[in-house]
């Protein structure tokens, strides 16, 4: 049954009984209704059971009866009805002020209805609820096939099936990050005890329960469903609908996640500015677009931001598609970066994004919420462009990132965050003739690189952090993992070797130049 004992107490005939003792627990769920007519029947006793009696069974002492609503209630029982008039003629003191102090609901049920006529109405009352969920359950299903088929990618199916479910629903990607949520719940709340495992939990949390469910899309894990219900939800005829959202959940939610959530609601922009960069398409018509979708980052100052991943060791711009997709999660959905404003554009380069800036510390501010959310295995980069203050500077921000990607694989950068004004030098020495570029090192490096011994190798690797961390001993004793004054031994040494004192700016630039000859040269 759906009831309570409360509800119960509403329905005609027992709704002509009183509720005398244990009204603290009456919101104790009906789930059986039993005559009872023998005194060892507490044994047989269950949870959500509520029992009718004459009081035959304990007519003769008040001391059994209390002990029998003892015994219930250690059951879970639902309660206690006592019809009065044959046995007893009114119930006692003792036995209400135990069901009260229990908090176990004893009901003094109306004389001149039988027992089967009361059961009778308590089951008819719940067909007549049952009747209304199914109901209630099949218009939803049939909303949520209308949604199925009818959606438009310009609305917001999470909203949409929320609604549909009556009940809250927050959506979580995969890698921990809420991507909506009309819940009541605070984010520690939802994600409490993450990462979760790929199952079905159902958790009580303060005055509600979650109902969570794992959205799976070809066997993969790409998020969760979280519902919330009331703390006494006990109905299970709509947990098929919450496993039937769900997978229409996990389609959205694929969707996203392979053509962004721009792409999501913006379908032809994304297209657009693809065309614009690799084709030549006129860039009013992307601007017409971007202005009609909503899409603000090009009417002002912005920075291009490219993602590529490297695949074996050839550098080029090959991309690593689940690695992108999992960074390109965080950047659509990740608070910290979705604050940026950016929008991104999956190119044949990489992952475009682009973040409408005002100042260089906003600038900074995006680098160091990159740096919090990449991947640490050092396969991932982001290229910067230089801030441009038109639109029409798009496409030259674009081939800055690309060249920025370009170089810094070919001098094997191992930063995440890759600038191409800190990378320009390469860029306006690449062109030199490779004949030039070993003279020089010769002239520079001569004495080094005319020895094979592990001694001289150990002094270019000195020198290439040292370069790699703008002279700074501190920094390049920390990253070759010795002390500072080892360091400090070395460059005098080298100092005395190449003829090079590298605390002049003259001096330390002609090192820098060859060190980076050295790599183009690689």
Not at 10 to 35: D, M, Q, T
Not at 63 to 79: F, Y
Not at 241 to 258: G, N, P, R, T
Not at 259 to 274: E, K, R, Y
């Amino acid at each position: 049954m759906l009831l309570t004992v409360e509800d119960a107490m509403h329905v005609f005939p027992l709704s002509e009984g009183r509720l005398i003792a244990g009204k603290a627990g009456s919101s104790r769920p009906l789930k059986a209704v039993n005559i009872i007519d023998a005194p060892d029947f507490v044994q047989w006793a269950r949870e959500g059971d509520l029992f009718f009696t004459t009081a035959y069974v304990f007519k003769d002492s008040v001391d059994e009866a209390i002990a029998t609503i003892r015994s219930l209630h250690q059951r879970h029982s639902a309660g206690l009805g006592i019809k009065l008039g044959r046995y007893w003629s009114e119930m006692p003191a003792a036995l209400i002020e135990e069901a009260d102090a229990l908090g176990f609901p004893l009901i003094e049920l109306p004389y001149p209805f039988a027992f089967s006529d009361q059961i009778n109405g308590l089951l008819q009352d719940e067909i007549n609820r049952n009747t209304l969920w199914l109901r209630r359950v099949v218009e939803k299903q049939k909303r949520l096939m209308n949604v199925a088929l009818y959606q438009s990618m310009s609305d917001n199916p999470f909203q949409r099936i929320s609604a549909i479910l009556e009940y809250p629903m927050a959506i979580v990607g995969g890698r921990g990050h809420i991507l909506f949520n009309d819940t009541p719940c605070s984010e520690g709340e939802l994600m409490s005890e993450w990462p979760w495992k790929v199952d079905l939990r159902r958790l009580t949390m303060n005055d509600r329960q979650l109902y969570r469910l794992p959205l799976l899309h070809e066997d993969e894990l790409i998020g969760f469903a979280i519902f919330v219900l009331p703390v006494d939800y006990k109905p299970k005829l709509e947990e098929g609908l919450f496993h039937q959202a769900s997978e229409m959940l996990a389609y959205y939610l694929s969707k996203m996640m392979e053509n962004g959530s721009d792409t999501f609601w913006h379908q032809d922009l994304s297209a657009m500015i693809n065309h614009y960069l690799e084709v030549g398409t006129p860039l009013d018509t992307v601007l017409h677009q971007a202005e009609k979708v909503g899409v603000r980052v090009l009417e002002g100052k912005f920075v291009c931001v490219l993602c590529a991943a490297e695949e074996g060791q050839d550098y080029h711009l090959k991309q690593k598609p689940d690695q992108l997709k999992a960074v390109r999660q965080e950047m659509e959905f990740n608070p910290a970066i979705r604050d940026k404003k950016g929008y991104h554009i999956v190119t044949e380069a990489g992952l475009l994004s682009i973040y409408p800036v005002s100042s260089t510390g906003t600038v900074q501010a995006l680098v160091s919420a990159l740096e919090a959310v990449s991947p640490k295995d050092g396969q991932i980069q982001f290229a910067f462009s230089t801030p441009k203050d038109t639109a029409v500077q798009l496409a030259v921000a674009y081939n800055e990132c690309k060249e920025t990607i370009k170089l810094s694989r070919k001098l094997r950068t191992k930063e995440c965050i890759v600038h191409f004004d800190t990378i320009q030098m390469a860029h306006l020495f690449q062109y030199v003739p490779k004949e030039s570029m070993q003279h020089y090192c010769r002239q520079v490096l001569g004495p080094l690189l005319e020895s094979d011994s592990v001694q001289a190798q150990d002094m270019l690797q000195t020198l290439n952090v040292f370069v790699d961390n703008e002279g700074l001993l501190g920094d390049t004793a920390k990253q070759l993992y010795v002390h500072r004054n080892t360091v400090s031994y070395r460059l005098e040494k080298l100092s005395e070797l190449l003829g090079l004192d590298f605390k002049k700016p003259n001096d330390f630039m002609k090192l820098r130049l060859a060190v980076l000859f050295l790599r183009m040269m690689d």
